[in-house]
């Protein structure tokens, strides 16, 4: 497999060590974690996912202590699994994995359509950390603008820019514009199939590796037709914060809302009821961001 980690890579033995462990005795990460369970190791199963796909290693006390009760259980010598843990410099970052950015958006998703061939490689050269969305629902019922500030890390040299697309409910090509606060602006360009608008978004300058910056953009429609029942984001990789703002006309109120998660496009989702404020706003801040679609679904009055 192209995107297979290499074996002889320090970076990823254990990764490569733990997954082959796994195959070789035919057993799931849900056997795993009940196992871990079994000796006071609470370790969630998209925790040991990481592991295998080496998008994150143990680190914590208790993240050591189950490396440690794995290696009888998966037939392994003990050591054999923490000798291969390496300290990581700080702002170390994961590498990219177009089959974990696949597993969050599906097959042939509107962005995949958006972006075509270039889709296994979105952003593959930066992390995003933190991401602040500010949305506004116009007195038509219809998301009009989309307010963003991402920080991210540059996951290697000579990182130029952040690839960004957004599906809008009603739009046309030209009845949409993306700007950015200063500097140049970005390239744009409209799909509309998927009712996509894609954005090249400059950074400041080119940014070596583990260097970070942060970006704001605002994306608007003129379209005056159509209704929005919902925002998401889709995450590919776990953010440090993600906080979710909706705002919505004093003439155009829901009559519900909802916070909801899902771990990945096309999955049954868990909803909470969301209340809003005296501004006529909701806001989603996860405690954990953890990779898949966060969102605030909303259902208008007959």
Not at 177 to 204: K, M, Y
Not at 283 to 288: N, V
């Amino acid at each position: 497999m192209a995107n297979a980690p290499r074996t002889d890579d320090p970076d990823t033995l254990f990764a490569t060590t733990f997954k082959t462990a796994l195959q070789r005795r035919e057993l799931s990460l849900e056997v795993v974690r009940d196992h871990l369970k079994s000796h006071g190791i609470t370790l969630s199963v998209a925790t040991l996912s990481y592991w295998q796909s080496g998008r994150s290693q143990p680190e914590r006390s208790q993240s050591l202590r189950a490396v440690d009760a794995l290696e009888p259980f998966l037939g392994l010598p003990g050591g054999a699994l923490r000798s291969l843990l390496r300290r990581r410099p700080r702002g170390w970052v994961p590498p990219h994995d177009p089959a974990a950015v696949r597993g969050v958006y599906g097959e042939n998703s509107d962005v995949e359509r958006a972006l075509g061939d270039a889709f296994p490689h979105l952003n593959a050269g930066l992390r995003r950390l933190v991401v602040h969305e500010a949305v506004r629902v116009n007195e038509h019922r219809l998301v009009d603008e989309v307010r963003v500030t991402v920080a991210v890390r540059a996951a290697r040299t000579n990182a130029r820019h952040l690839t960004v697309v957004h599906t809008l409910d009603a739009a046309k090509d030209n009845a949409f514009d993306v700007t950015v606060p200063s500097g140049p602006p970005p390239r744009t360009w409209f799909r509309p199939e998927p009712n996509c608008v894609v954005a090249e978004i400059p950074l400041g300058r080119p940014l070596a590796r583990n260097e970070t910056a942060v970006v704001e953009y605002t994306v608007r429609t003129a379209a005056t037709g159509g209704v929005s029942h919902q925002h998401e984001s889709r995450v590919t990789t776990p953010l440090q914060t993600y906080l979710l703002q909706v705002r919505f006309h004093p003439s155009a109120v829901p009559a519900t809302c909802w916070h909801y998660y899902r771990r990945h496009l096309g999955a049954e989702p868990s909803r909470q009821l969301a209340a809003l404020d005296g501004l006529h706003t909701t806001h989603l801040l996860p405690m954990k961001s953890a990779p898949g679609v966060h969102g605030v679904e909303w259902r208008w009055p007959d």
